[in-house]
């Protein structure tokens, strides 16, 4: 399992973006698809973003068209670019990695982090 640090959370007003980083210690970062998940107060985690190994990406409904998932396998970062927040989307947001071996996750190797705080309010 690799180790996982997310960064860029915070406060912003509604209508305002921000952009979540999620670097991994380790080698290989190129055969691990990531995805971003959140959990908003009270509720379950959900899955917010997901990007696979050479670039292919999913969102949730929620998330299409004001949320942008990236990854710079050179520096071992995903990125969640998030753009017209609302007060909704407040929730701690986490980054999870898995390796993947012909398509399929290998089992037992999925990591998260610890997650990073964001808070969409006026």
């Known amino acids: 399992q690799i180790p996982l640090v997310e960064s860029g959370g915070g406060l912003v007003q509604p209508g305002g973006s921000l952009r979540l980083s999620c670097v991994a210690s380790g080698s290989m970062f190129k055969i691990y698809g990531v995805d971003w998940y959140r959990q908003p107060p009270g509720k379950e985690r959900e899955l917010v973003a997901a990007?696979?190994?050479?670039?292919?990406?999913n969102y949730a409904d929620f998330a299409k068209g004001r949320f942008t998932i990236s990854r710079d396998d050179n520096k071992n970062r995903v990125y969640l670019e998030m753009n017209s927040l609302e007060p909704e989307d407040t929730a701690v947001y986490y980054c999870?990695?898995?390796?993947?071996?012909?398509?399929?996750?290998?089992?037992?190797?999925?990591?998260w982090g610890q997650g990073t705080q964001v808070t969409v309010s006026s």
């Open positions: 990007i696979a190994v050479g670039g292919g990406t």
């Open positions: 999870t990695a898995a390796p993947y071996r012909a398509g399929t996750e290998v089992p037992g190797f999925r990591s």
